[in-house]
C-alpha cells in the first residue's frame, strides 16, 4: 500500500505540474494583423517622383509563420497615338511574419508624363504557426488619415488571406 500511495502521489503531483504549465492558451492562438488603411507618401505627387504606398498596422499579428505581400498599381498613360494605356506594376514580397512585421510597403517611381490616378491594391496570404484566427473583432478602426480597408476574407486553422479595397491617389503631371 505505502509503494502504491507514493506512486499515485508522485503521478499526481506530476499532473498538475503538467496541467499548470500547459494551461495557458494564448501562446498557441494565431491570428492575423488589423490593417488601418493605406498611406502615401509624398501625399500630392508629380510625375517624377517616388511614391511609397504602406499597408499601416493598427494592430500585430501573433504567431504567424509566413506572409506573401502583393501589390498591384495601374495608371493610364498616353501612347504615341495619343491613346492612353493601361500599364499595371505588380511586386510580391515574402517574409516570416514573426521576425519581419513591420508594415507592408511599395516604391514606386512615377514615369515622367504621367498625370491623372494610380490605383494600388494589397493583398497578404498568412501561413500561421500556431491554432489560426481572423484576429478581426469587427471594430471600425480608426483611420487617422488613411484611406481605403484591409479586411481578413478567409481563415482556417492553416492560413488566411487579407485584401485591401484599391486606395486610388491623383498625380499631377510634371511640367
Not at 19 to 39: H, K, L, R
Not at 41 to 62: L, R, S
Not at 87 to 104: H, R
Request: proline share 3%; with cysteine; hydrophobic share 35%.
Amino acid at each position: 500500500m505505502k509503494f502504491s500511495f507514493k506512486f499515485s502521489s508522485a503521478i499526481f503531483g506530476f499532473a498538475f505540474c503538467f496541467a499548470a504549465i500547459s494551461c495557458d492558451d494564448t501562446d498557441t492562438e494565431s491570428y492575423m494583423p488589423v490593417y488601418e488603411g493605406f498611406s502615401v507618401e509624398p501625399a500630392a505627387p508629380v510625375a517624377g517622383d517616388t511614391i511609397v504606398f504602406t499597408a499601416v498596422q493598427q494592430k500585430k499579428g501573433h504567431l504567424i509563420y509566413h506572409a506573401d505581400y502583393q501589390w498591384k498599381l495601374t495608371y493610364a498613360t498616353r501612347n504615341d497615338e495619343g491613346n492612353a494605356d493601361t500599364v499595371t506594376y505588380t511586386k510580391k514580397q515574402s517574409v516570416v511574419y514573426d521576425l519581419e512585421n513591420e508594415n507592408p510597403s511599395v516604391k514606386f517611381f512615377i514615369p515622367a508624363g504621367v498625370g491623372g490616378i494610380i490605383q494600388a491594391s494589397f493583398r497578404a496570404d498568412f501561413t500561421y504557426s500556431g491554432i489560426g484566427g481572423s484576429g478581426y473583432d469587427g471594430s471600425d478602426y480608426s483611420m487617422s488619415g488613411m484611406a481605403g480597408y484591409i479586411r481578413p476574407r478567409a481563415s482556417s486553422s492553416t492560413f488566411g488571406y487579407q485584401e485591401g479595397l484599391t486606395r486610388k491617389i491623383n498625380v499631377a503631371a510634371s511640367e
